[in-house]
């Protein structure tokens, strides 16, 4: 009874303890609050990572792509049965895109889908920003171009254009984004950037219905402070995209290929490296361009159409890593049926082909920042351990200044064991109320962090430290997980307790007299 | 008469630095039950090093101690701490209370050290009414809730005495208990602990004042490391 006695006496009337539930304290709400932002910046990058990939892919990471993507998108389709929802195919390539307004050009990766089911097999509509507020205007085929009319000195849209505004509105009257409608001349009621007519009613540009591009928001765009893009392209304005065609060998076929398109939405998937590189045009159109579709040989007969991807979406419920395996054999099965047609350059090909579930697909992207992770979370650890040996310090300075109680404990016949339990339960006291201050302190910080940052704001610009100018991400990851306040909450007392063991055993080895006579 | 305490043979040397200083060189006492024995000597002779080893505070480099027949340092560690819990009780010249701990609280504490955390729960009524009965009788019932620093010297040493004698020991060992205090005070503790000698308690007393060793029944000598 004495240990929990004295452990609970100790605690409320010795004044030192409070440094060491401080330091407790501070770790754990330190070690909570870094681990939690670096895991919810984890989880983003998974997240939006998988956002450009289906379930399964399959490639050959070639310019070229590889063939007999189509005979096999069927195969897999009749052999798999329900468990394969959908399967369409990508094309990878680099090309020039250019305003011809400005003469703006940048360096592009080409990403050539066929929308809908692009939009099927992942998050890709999420990501849009006109179709959004306008569902369904965005196309990669012709593209006609809205004019606003500017009647009351407020710009307006085509009716079917401010319907689908308004419904958006209606249906989602808390959305933040919309704060971010600055009504000006240049903007409508809506959202977004539209070229302006002087008649009284808004409609459609007489102009050629041009092929659409939707461009990564951050290919042309920059970011402001608060977060919000300075769309500087109008919807519709012109676009050229050039691109070089390789043959089957991966030798340049002809001249550079240039086409004019329309500019149809902006693609944001929240990962910089997407978004600020990614144009995405049409699958048939880039097939065309890049001499990837149906080529006629010599003999009459033509070459089998190229694909640089297939993404396989999986039925709902179906394991991955399972099914990841049985397209494998499928593939296998696949490439037996087509060794005797194919030329050798598609045997080639084929033969590069790979089958991957995203998160092996991601896994270096992802890889580099789970290790920044841990790498943040152990230096902070690291820290940590100047409070645990602070803690021990402490103790250790607890234990000779009560030395002589220590004396007094044993001479009214405390044991050893009674001796170092009172001062291991110390211990463990200051790491349950320190980490359960930490837990309260880190998770309330977490929750209100990027309420902290905006105040620190409006102090001073630069004290904001998660710039939406410079990540992707908006705000800051504001989760705690249960299990990391569990874990971190577990590791505080452990290493609370283990600080106090050596002063404990100090403690509990001594004779009586030997603590009496202590001066 | 039984003897509560037997100590035959007892050797104890410190080092201080380079030097062996023997301070008991075969020192040997018995003890009856109900007796209070006074152990004399000069300062520094080893009269609260006999003390501590007759108490299972410290051992002895040679020699044997046996209280109520056991031999206290050939028993298990364990069985050694409750002998010291439940047979022995001390009382210090520096009265030697848990600052940190109220009166009460002080003289409980043996009470609790000798009770599991599972058993206080049904015992703690008795312990507490018991502290209080010893507090009553060394004339401290309305301190219950002082801390020591708000007592005088003597009414620590009488909360010493009430804490040595609340799990009614066989044995209470006192090592210049008046040391500290004034006359009136040193005399008002004599007569305590006189009191409580009457009422049965056998009791070893180690003083250098020979007028403070007269009130004893029997009074021994160390001198040279040993009993006269």
Redesign the interface.
Known sequence: MYKLFLTLRYLTRKWIVIFAVLSVWMCVAMVLIVFSVMDGFLDNIKEHSRGLLSDIVVDNASLQGFPYYDEFSKYLMDKSGDEVKVVTPVIYNYGIMREPDTNFTKPVRVVAIKLNDYCRVNTFRDSLYYDKYYPGTTTLGPFEVPLAAIPGGRPVLPPEYEKLFADYVAKHPKDESLKELKPSPFSPDGVGRFVQTFDETPGYADAEALPGIIIGTDVVYTRNADGSYNRRLFRGCKVILTILPLTIKGTIAEDPVSLVMRHVDDSRTRVYEIDSMCVYIDFDLAQKMLSMGPQERVDGTKTPPRTSQLLVQLADGVDIKEARARVQDLWNEFLGTVADRASPEDLNLLRLVTIETWEERQIQFIAAVEKEKVLVTLLFVIISFVAVLLISVIFYMVVLQKTRDIGIIKSLGATRGGVAAIFLMYGAAVGVVGGILGVLTGTVFVHYINQIQDLLAQLHPNLRVWSPDVYTFDRIPNVVKTHVIGAVFLAAVVTSTAGAVVPAIKAALVWPIQSLRYE | MTNVLKAVNIHKSYRMGKVKLSVLRGASLSVAAGELLAVTGSSGCGKSTLL?IL?A???PDNGTVQLNGDDVFSLP??RR??????EVG?V?QFY??????NVL?NVL??L??????G??SSSRRRCREQAREIIERVGLGERLRHRPNELSGGERQRVAIA?AMVTRPRLLLADEPTGNLDAKMGREILDLLRSLNEAGQTIVMVTHDPGIAQLADRRVRLADGKVE
């Open positions: 501590h108490g505070l410290d051992p560690v364990k701490d409750a002998l010291r819990n439940s001390f210090f030697h209370l848990l600052p940190e701990l609280e504490m043996p609790m050290v000798g009770t599991s955390i058993a206080w804490r």
